[in-house]
């Protein structure tokens, strides 16, 4: 069956922060609103709704969401479904909705997803993040996410032959320029905040799991995130600037005690990352810039390596030279990123699409990134429990780029 091309047509986005009074019904659909705006189409027209989130049902009480979302934005008797992958689980809703859209069954759907994770508190919190972690073998061992990042910075140093203090202050840098950028974000939770931190505000900053301290952590947030996708005919005909769908890659992976020592090299992003890769007939080489999965600064420096960008174990010296930066050779987390933004988990991957269809369409209020085409998402779902990533770009096809 020949399959249509898939647009991005509008994108929303709520400021990330802390929404006490707000349920995950009123996030989603404040990101709604602005992303059917955005598309030029009244909401009537959206036929089927795909909706991340991870915990709503252990933070918030709340379960069976698609249709109290439905219900919130007026579009009672549509389709809903909700997705849950962890921090992964808006991503993996937009690859089911963009094969949805690809095969023709509906015309217009609405995918993103809301998290208040800020609200539950860090106890409840921390907790129900732990749920993504293997329970038999990994949780039981005291594993959260923290000492799984911990671990595997311990893991990098030992493989590398880096000594542990020396890579605590090159992955610094990941913080110090996620938080630059997040301060300059309206959208982040750090917005105005921490815009100038030093390699010893964050190495000296609270000791959360050794050697990774609180700067080296992304923050617990509440958030909503929603784009509209369509086929490209449709889209053409809509916005001046859609932006097309070129590669989806997804893997599923098994707990850590199973990976062992493959965690530095996060086998399963790799395959995730070819598949998109293929599927969009271009390389790494062809990225201009990437939103990667930043929770904490060694998860940033992995992802690099595991996506084809540096060979392993030379991540932490790109970041250390620089190469990440906005002006450097490939621009990481241009809006902060999950430390610098925040994470709010459910609409993590939706606020990725979000960014990277704003640059591309250079209507990214904090920077403009020149002569850019091609932006990657790159979504992390537990301990490498799940991966999704997604190629986009301003052509329709490789050979127009």
Do not use: W
């Not at 505000?201 to 700067?215: A, H, N």
């Not at 399963?268 to 600064?297: M, N, Q, W």
Request: a negative charge; proline letters at 3%; aromatic letters at 8%.
């Amino acid at each position: 069956m020949e399959s249509r091309d898939v647009v991005v047509l509008g994108v929303g986005q709520t400021k990330f922060g802390s929404y006490p009074d707000k349920s995950l019904a009123k996030l989603f659909a404040d990101a709604f609103f602005q992303a059917a705006d955005e598309s030029n189409i009244g909401k009537e027209e959206v036929e089927a709704l795909y909706y991340g989130n991870f915990n709503g049902a252990m933070t918030d009480g709340s379960a069976n969401l698609p249709g109290f979302l439905a219900d919130e934005v007026g579009l009672e008797g549509i389709e809903g479904f909700r997705f849950e992958g962890a921090c992964a689980s808006s991503s993996v809703a937009f690859v089911e909705a963009c094969r949805d859209v690809a095969s023709g069954y509906h015309d217009f759907v609405a995918v993103g997803g809301s998290e208040r994770l800020k609200n539950a508190g860090t106890a409840l919190g921390t907790r129900a993040l732990a749920t993504a972690v293997e329970g038999i073998h990994d949780m039981t061992a005291g594993l959260t996410f923290p000492g799984v990042f911990a671990l595997v910075t311990r893991l990098y140093s030992k493989k590398y032959d880096i000594p542990l203090e020396g890579l605590r202050e090159k992955i610094a840098r990941v913080s110090i320029k996620n938080h630059k950028y997040g301060a300059k974000n309206p959208k982040a939770q750090f917005f105005g905040r921490m815009g100038d931190l030093s390699v010893e505000d964050v190495t000296g900053s609270k000791m959360i799991s050794s050697p990774l301290t609180l700067r080296d952590c992304c923050p617990m947030t509440d958030g909503g995130s929603a784009v509209i996708v369509t086929s490209g005919e449709i889209g053409e005909g809509l916005v001046d600037q859609p932006v097309y769908v070129l590669g989806k890659g997804v893997c599923v992976s098994g707990g850590l005690f199973r990976q062992k020592e493959d965690l530095v090299k996060a086998v399963p992003r790799k395959v995730s990352s070819e598949k998109a890769y293929e599927e969009s007939g271009l390389g790494p080489e062809d990225i201009d810039f990437v939103e990667i999965h930043d929770c904490f600064t060694m998860a940033e420096v992995i992802a690099m390596e595991a996506m084809g960008f540096y060979d392993y174990g030379e991540g932490a010296d790109a970041v250390e030279r620089g190469e990440t930066e906005f002006d450097g050779e490939l621009p990481v987390n241009i809006d902060g990123g999950l430390i610098g933004k925040g994470h709010p988990v459910g609409a993590t991957g939706t606020a990725q699409i979000y960014t990277v269809s704003k640059v591309l369409r250079d209507e990214y209020g904090p920077y403009s990134l020149d002569d850019v085409e091609v932006g990657m998402t790159d979504t992390l779902g537990g301990e490498f429990g799940t991966l999704c990533n997604i190629i986009l770009s301003t052509r329709r096809k490789k050979d127009e780029l």
